[in-house]
């Protein structure tokens, strides 16, 4: 909790004597990679944690760009360009399904028959072959399992979008893609 608040206070003192596009180059250097680290597996968590995160994360947002409590908060996110907790979980398990379908080098052997294909799965040629299996899950914890959750995720995707063989255009269009989810959400 100590930390926290030094943090805080730290983020207050700055924001009074540094510019804004210099306090997004701070936020991205001492709190964006703290957020990513492990997000795949912290952010399948309980929501009552997750949303503990958020509403912090939410506040040295607002902190950092000199904006007021009742502030539309995907706009604290777009002028900073990121996303919350939920949507930067979601962004890296997809960037790893990409990764496992587009670049199967690039990630570990693990991973490689970990997921399948519709057309492995079933002969019909239907309009779904090219999108990944999504099991069957009888649990709430199963829902949280990657090995449901990329698949269902993988699959919401635009046609275009999944077929992105590029990774660095997939990212960019990604986020481009998460942000009007966020707008849309809120």
């Known amino acids: 909790m100590f930390a926290y608040l030094l943090s805080v206070r730290i983020f207050y003192k700055l924001r009074a004597k540094v510019p804004v596009r210099i306090l997004s180059n701070v936020y991205y250097a001492f709190v964006h990679p703290h957020l990513l680290y492990a997000i795949e597996v912290y952010g399948n968590t309980c929501s009552s944690y997750i949303d503990k995160l958020f509403k912090l994360n939410n506040k040295l947002l607002r902190i950092l760009q000199h904006k007021p409590f009742r502030s539309h908060v995907p706009d ?31 990630v570990p052997e693990l991973f490689i028959d970990y997921f399948n294909k519709n057309e492995s799965v079933h002969s019909h040629d239907t309009r779904t072959k090219n999108d990944m299996h999504l099991p069957r899950i009888s649990t709430g914890h199963g829902l949280k399992c990657l090995k449901y959750k990329i698949p269902k995720l993988w699959n919401e995707l635009p046609t275009d979008l999944k077929e992105q063989t590029s990774l660095n255009t997939f990212k960019n ?3 481009l ?10």
Do not use: C, G, M, R
């Not at 893609?177 to 809120?186: A, G, M, R």
């Open 177 to 186: 893609y998460l942000i009007t989810k966020l707008y849309n959400d809120n």
């Open 76 to 106: 604290l996110y777009i002028e900073f360009n990121t996303l919350p907790v939920t949507l930067l979980h979601e962004q890296q398990l997809l960037i790893l399904a990409h990764k496992i379908i587009h670049h199967p080098e690039s």
């Open 173 to 175: 269009e990604l986020k």
